[in-house]
């Protein structure tokens, strides 16, 4: 009770708190449904109790803020219908519909003590979350962007984003290494968190981490399984949802789970759903490839060899034309060699009788010329004879001419001899010697 | 095999060599020269699908480089 100091009313601090506490509890003698966030959950593994830390806000203004409690009875009830229906555990920075007792402790002060939480508001709210992000991904115009990337022709060298220890990661890898086909795919692991809030810093933060390393590879793999269906909502966080929508090679999905699509899969450019499918996925563009180029391999073959063929059968076709061409040209040729030889033989035997013809001709010409010739000549002399007959001096000394000799020196000239000189006079029948009485040598010569 | 070329790009000119001889372009001169430079084509195309050409101490050598810098 309070007492009087000094005139004033002075009560005890546990006196004010019990007088608060009944106020309260006769103020708020029921339990009330309250809409909030849990900011942060406060969960204490050791005793099993959670201490959570309640919001109201608008953007970034907290308008209300108030201290929970939540003992580990009601918490391990409330997070198994949270698990059953939300897939996904109580966690900080959700949206929930509580019932509460508001109450007042000596020692704690104000709180609000958690009876239950409401799993299908926060449902709701989730898929409230999973829609704005779609809404704003689509609003930005992104919502489509990695679907809309080419997909490398051969996705060989995949960053995959998994847990070494996951059993995605080990399914998918089986199927990679021992593929019967011997396809040869290149992978590296970059290790995340793939549930849970934290997830989403992660993920994002190896996906940068590839972003640095982009020409080594063609694709990317987002692999998780084993894990169950629980804490796949951090998927349809917008900002992981965005970078997967925005990111420069293509973003391939195998979270394995049964409901709904998460929106980081559906700007996925491809959702595999289990990591089984999506190594399959991957294997099923190598056949792409690889038939096609065992067609291409087959086709050329064929074709090469139905050429070869063919040419084959024209050139064996033009030997033979040509070996009948031949034989036939041949024949000809011998037959036209056989009429030239003739043909030659006669023109030869007719030109030779033309030539012997010409010959015996000129021949002929040729004799009668030097017949005449001969009879010209002989003429000739008979005519030369009868004119050295005519000049013999004998002759001419029988014509009564007689030659003049001086000494043996025959005499043509007066001047030759002088008076008194011995001559000879030869005549016809002999000589006259006589002696030179006088010379008279004819005047006007 | 010393060609760069890659395998996009090598089945690509696998096709065209294909199509042309299916359209009988190609002469019987040429058939032997497109039948060798198919032959090594496929050889590519078929040892991308089979080799590794990445290393992972090579990327993350890379990737610290890139995280240092």
Known sequence: MSEIINDRKVFSLREVSLSIQKTISERYQSSYWIKTEINKLNYYPHSGHCYPDLLEKEGSTILAQFRANLWKSDYQKINSKFIKILKEPLKDGISVLLCAYIQYDQVHGLSLRIIDIDPFFSLGELEKEKQNSIIKLKEEGIFNNNKLLKFPFLPKRIAIISVETSKGFSDFKKVIDSNPWNYKFFYMLFPSLLQGEKSVESIVNQLNNIKKLLPHFDAVAIIRGGGGEVGLSSYNNYQLAKEIALFPIPIISGIGHSTNETVSEMVSFYNAITPTELADFLIQKFHNFSIPLKNAEDRIIEISNRMLTSENQNFENLIKQFKFSYSYMLKGGYENINLLTVNIAKSSKNKFQQEKSKILQIYENLKRLCINYQNINIMKLLSIEKNIDLLNPENILKRGYSILLKNGKLINKTSEISEYDIITNIVADGEIISKVKKIKKNTGE | ?69
Do not use: G, H
């Not at chain 2, 065209?16 to 090594?40: F, G, P, Q, Y």
């Open chain 2, 1 to 69: 095999m010393s060609e760069t070329i890659n395998y996009t790009e090598a089945f690509e000119e696998l096709q065209i060599i294909v199509n042309e001889l299916e359209k009988a372009e190609v002469s019987i001169d040429e058939l032997s020269e497109k039948v060798k430079r198919a032959a090594v084509l496929i050889k590519i195309c078929k040892s991308k699908l089979i080799a590794t050409e990445e290393d992972v101490n090579e990327i993350l050598k890379n990737l610290n480089s890139e995280i240092a810098s």
